[in-house]
């Protein structure tokens, strides 16, 4: 591991932690926050594809001002962090993160107040964005049915801009509160967003919670579009228990990934423990055992195989750590 501070370098936190002498202060950067940072944390059970070593730091936060406390120690220590979600679109490396890994879990991030009368909804960065497509279509509120199926959490799904061929979730954000890693808050809005395909213009490293605009309809109706949704995502995807990050590649230009690994023949290819799934090309699904260098190593045959034959280059849309 990287020490997080050098001999000579100063700290504002030197006082906040009260430490007697220099190598205390670099070897307890979170002195004072040990309720909520854990250290060596196992990440693979935290992610969809169950792989991947520990986090160095895992810090889960109860508020912004706390956050702001990590997110500031971060900074002045040197310690890379990172946000996870419910790890549905994320990769971890099987040496895992030498840096701190913030999860926003808990009632303050999962916060959801809706207005039936505006239709806007606000909501906090942990929130489950299942659970909120069911909410939103119980207060008859549509615009979420296009997130049916797709796991993750609400800070997730507007860093990615989660969503399919039926919509994405960017396309119903009004604003976004964020801190950056100095921990300062801002709001970015609808008029300065930019929401393209699994991309955001949000810079700022911790997105804190948005506010959506919903828009009044028939209850029944909404539920019946969130159910076929549902539906033509089990009928062609591995299932939600299925050890994957969902679609691996971004569809190319006029072109979908899956199609082009499937009509490359490469459906049930395996390397290691992870095979290319014999439901839908664009997932690799890991079996017990299988490893982060493994999944790794099919992305890079299957991008060749793709070339070979097609002369496209996929593009990989999960994230990996470090
Ligand atoms: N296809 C094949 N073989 C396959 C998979 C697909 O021939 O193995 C064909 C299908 O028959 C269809 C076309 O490819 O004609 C497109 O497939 P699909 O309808 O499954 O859509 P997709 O473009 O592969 C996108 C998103 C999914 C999302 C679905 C449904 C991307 C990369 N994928 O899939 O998102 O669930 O639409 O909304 O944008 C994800 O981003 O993680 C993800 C899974």
Known sequence: MTEPLSPNSTSSHAAHVGAPSMRIVRD???AGLESVIEEN??????TWYRIGGPARYFATPVDEAQLQDVAQRCSDFGIASYVLGFGANLLVGDQGV???VVR???????SVEIDEKTGVVTVGAGVDVQKLVIRAARAGLSGLECMAGIPGTVGGAVRMNAGGRFGDFGSRVLTVKVMDTAGTVFTRTRDDLVFGYRTTNISARYILGATLQLEPDDPDDIAKRTRDIWMYKRNSQPPMSAHCAGCIFKNPPDASAGMLIDRAGLKGLRVGNTEVSTIHANFIVAHPGATCADVLKLVNIIKERVYDKFQVTLESEVKVWP
């Open 28 to 30: 307890q950067p979170f």
């Open 41 to 46: 944390k196992t990440l693979a059970p935290l």
């Open 98 to 100: 030498d840096g701190c």
């Open 104 to 110: 926003l879990a808990g009632d303050h991030w999962q």
